[in-house]
């Protein structure tokens, strides 16, 4: 007479970020029978069959019970072959394999969770195009919920993320005198994701260029790094135009001069002086 054994344990999904939930799902090779009870021995309708995982970090939910030993157990009734339980995880700052385990007798099956941790998914700017002077909107937006993190200079728990921004170029500038984003002490700027939600806002202010410059804005989190491009135009002489074109002796035309973006804090050719506006 062959034990009922376990056919299989299956986790789904098999990747989650910090603080989501998987299952995982046990099945036996026939219909549980009546067994005995490993604590009180006595004849129960169902089988009892043993968890275990490998991190603290990916612990079961309530279908499973606490044994007297410690360890944790779920019950297959009488009739049934399979059972599912579910998993709770908890924060990682790296890249986690939990072996999640299902022993009956000597039959041992297993499953691999991967817990991954809050990344950054993406950055973007709006627009990706400014003129002198202008500014750009940058959104972020993280794999997950944001989850308590440490300070990366003073080690302080904090209830969030905190992504860490950066800029390729002096000519595009991230502002943090706004409250959106701020520099930490180690000379790094910074942009907090309250926890439990997966977006925040920063802006990026420019500078007066004489050229278009290419800059890139970095975004990084728990060894992820994601990048956004800006464009910085200089504000150049779009058009000049005459009304009318045709004029008699001692006649006026009117000339409109139209720039490709809108006019910026500029200085003055000769002094240096900063003024209101270009010449």
Do not use: C
């Amino acid at each position: 007479v062959t034990p009922i054994q376990i056919q299989s344990v299956v986790a789904n999904p098999t990747t989650v970020y910090n603080g989501a939930t998987s299952t995982v799902t046990v099945t036996l090779t026939s219909p549980a029978l009546q067994t005995i009870d490993p604590f009180s021995h006595f004849v129960i309708s169902g089988a009892v069959i043993k968890l275990s995982s490998s991190t603290a970090a990916a612990t079961f939910g309530n279908e499973a019970f606490i044994g007297p030993d410690g360890a944790s157990y779920i019950y297959v009734p009488q009739g049934v072959a399979q059972v599912t339980v579910t998993v709770n995880t908890g924060t990682v700052y790296a890249s986690t394999t939990a072996v999640l385990k299902a022993t009956l007798g000597a039959s041992v099956k297993s499953a691999n969770l991967t817990l991954s941790p809050t990344q950054v998914k993406s950055i973007t700017l709006n627009p990706t195009t400014v003129y002198n002077g202008g500014t750009s909107l940058a959104m972020l937006t993280l794999t997950g919920p944001a989850v308590s993190g440490i300070d990366p200079v003073g080690g302080w728990p904090t209830y969030g993320a905190l992504v860490k921004v950066s800029t390729s170029s002096p000519a595009a500038v991230i502002r943090t005198n706004d409250g959106a984003a701020f520099t930490l002490p180690d000379g790094n700027t910074y942009v907090y994701i309250p926890r439990g939600q997966t977006t925040a806002y920063f802006t990026v202010n420019t500078v007066a260029v004489t050229a278009s410059v290419s800059a890139k804005i970095n975004a990084a989190l728990n060894g992820s790094v994601k990048t956004a491009s800006m464009i910085v135009t200089p504000t150049l002489v779009k058009s000049l135009t005459l009304s009318p074109t045709t004029v008699y002796n001692g006649g006026s035309s009117t000339a409109t001069v139209t720039l490709n973006g809108p006019a910026f804090t500029g200085s003055d050719p000769v002094s240096g002086t900063p003024i209101p506006g270009v010449l």
